[in-house]
């Protein structure tokens, strides 16, 4: 069964950091965008960051400022993103994503972690 499971959520002071993982399995993980997106309360889901299948390139959301990097590990099926400088405004639900890049385009969300940035 193709499941995308995100973990590394909690509470953190301003301007600490946080890492998150998404480990994926019933997928050819390979093949697939990895991205992180997010959801405050009242607002609409946002990317976060990407990463291509082979992980030579990834995009980042402008608010993004230097402070997050996207990466992925093939042979343990994961995607992390690690945190740095993290903002009140980062608190959200982070989503892990996953979009396959070549026929069929499958795609699928995790569950969501929570992010909580607070003193």
């Known amino acids: 069964q193709a499941q995308l499971v995100e973990s590394g959520g909690g509470l953190v002071q301003p301007g600490g950091s946080l890492r998150l993982s998404c480990a994926a399995a019933?997928?050819?993980?390979?093949?697939?965008?990895m991205g992180w997106y997010r959801q405050a309360p009242g607002k609409r889901r946002e990317m976060v960051a990407k990463i291509t299948p082979n992980g030579d390139s990834s995009n980042y959301a402008d608010f993004v400022e230097g402070r997050f990097t996207i990466s992925r590990d093939d042979a343990k099926n994961t995607v992390y993103l690690l945190m740095n400088v993290l903002k009140p405004e980062d608190t959200a639900v982070y989503y892990c994503?996953?979009?396959?890049?070549?026929?069929?385009?499958?795609?699928?969300w995790g569950q969501g972690a929570q992010v909580t940035v607070s003193s």
């Open positions: 019933g997928i050819d993980f390979s093949f697939y965008v």
């Open positions: 994503y996953a979009q396959r890049s070549r026929y069929p385009f499958n795609n699928l």
